[in-house]
């Protein structure tokens, strides 16, 4: 389970996509994000269809599926970096199937026997993920589940029962990617909104690419989670970019 991470500081969470743009340049990725200010990793798992990623990342599903990153593969990856960075959580970002096709229970065994500490899956819902949540607990798993601006009270009461540790809010309904701005009034409200009804700490994630981005989330939520703007630079390979974008966003979180 993912332990203390949050009674420390607000965390920055960075995804990157495992295997892209080749292993090494992942796992370099990674290390750059780690010593940086990152403080947990969301781990990408390449997939064929990433129906809730934006053109960035679907970009980088695409080259790592077409290089033959499987999850076999991705496990290696992640057992590299835990053995480099063994206090770091690492998350599995994965859609369903390839859960589905190793079976829950091979998937979190052989998981956890490589580095991961939490699962998050977007397009699980919470009404089905009963059976994911049982199994990935036994194994020390974390599950964490998502909520967005559509939310009502009675979703945000079930993803509260059941999420691990935080709830991953997304800011805004659409699919990743940086934006210039976000609608700060109306996403710190929602979030406001959201601690009323659930003690659980909340990550705020989908758009944010920069220090002030990171400064204002950190200003309401617990968290901040940023993906395209760190696989942007991972995909050029463009590490001092990458050290001096992760810097700026953990300076930023107040
Ligand atoms: O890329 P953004 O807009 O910074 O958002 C984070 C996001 O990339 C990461 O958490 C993520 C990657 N793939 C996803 C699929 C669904 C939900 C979230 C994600």
């Given at each position: 389970?993912?332990?203390?991470?949050?009674e420390i500081k607000k965390p920055l969470i960075?995804?990157?996509?495992?295997?892209?743009?080749?292993?090494?340049?992942?796992?370099?990725?990674?290390?750059?994000?780690?010593?940086?200010?990152?403080?947990?990793?969301?781990?990408?798992?390449?997939?064929?269809?990433?129906?809730?990623?934006?053109?960035?990342?679907?970009?980088a599903h695409e080259k790592a599926v077409k290089?033959?990153?499987?999850?076999?593969?991705?496990?290696?990856?992640?057992?590299?970096?835990?053995?480099?960075?063994?206090?770091?959580?690492?998350?599995?970002?994965?859609?369903?199937?390839?859960?589905?096709?190793?079976?829950?229970?091979?998937?979190?065994?052989?998981?956890?026997?490589?580095?991961?500490?939490?699962?998050?899956?977007?397009?699980?819902?919470?009404?089905?993920?009963?059976?994911?949540?049982?199994?990935?607990?036994?194994?020390?798993?974390?599950?964490i589940f998502l909520l967005a601006p559509t939310?009502?009270?009675?979703?945000?009461?079930?993803?509260?029962?059941?999420?691990?540790?935080?709830?991953?809010?997304?800011?805004?309904?659409?699919?990743?990617?940086?934006?210039?701005?976000?609608?700060?009034?109306?996403?710190?409200?929602?979030?406001?909104?959201?601690?009323?009804?659930?003690?659980?700490?909340?990550?705020?994630?989908?758009?944010?690419?920069?220090?002030?981005?990171?400064?204002?989330?950190?200003?309401?939520?617990?968290?901040?989670?940023?993906?395209?703007?760190?696989?942007?630079?991972?995909?050029?390979?463009?590490?001092?970019?990458?050290?001096?974008?992760?810097?700026?966003?953990?300076?930023?979180?107040?």
């Open positions: 389970m993912i332990g203390k991470i949050f960075c995804y990157f996509m495992a295997g892209y743009p080749s292993v090494e340049d992942s796992i370099k990725t990674a290390e750059v994000l780690l010593e940086n200010g990152a403080d947990i990793l969301e781990v990408g798992f390449p997939f064929s269809d990433p129906v809730a990623d934006g053109i960035t990342i679907q970009a290089d033959g990153i499987t999850p076999v593969k991705v496990f290696e990856i992640t057992k590299t970096i835990k053995e480099r960075f063994p206090d770091k959580p690492l998350i599995a970002m994965t859609y369903y199937n390839p859960i589905f096709k190793m079976g829950e229970e091979n998937f979190c065994k052989i998981a956890r026997e490589n580095g991961i500490d939490g699962l998050i899956v977007p397009d699980l819902p919470p009404e089905e993920g009963e059976s994911l949540k049982k199994i990935a607990n036994q194994y020390g798993l974390s599950v939310s009502h009270e009675k979703r945000v009461k079930l993803v509260s029962n059941m999420s691990d540790n935080f709830i991953y809010y997304v800011s805004i309904t659409g699919i990743t990617g940086e934006r210039e701005s976000l609608p700060w009034q109306e996403l710190k409200s929602k979030v406001e909104e959201i601690k009323k009804i659930t003690d659980k700490k909340i990550a705020v994630g989908f758009g944010v690419s920069k220090g002030e981005h990171a400064k204002i989330i950190s200003s309401f939520a617990d968290g901040v989670i940023v993906g395209s703007a760190i696989v942007k630079l991972q995909g050029k390979k463009d590490f001092e970019g990458l050290k001096s974008l992760v810097k700026e966003l953990h300076d930023s979180i107040s």
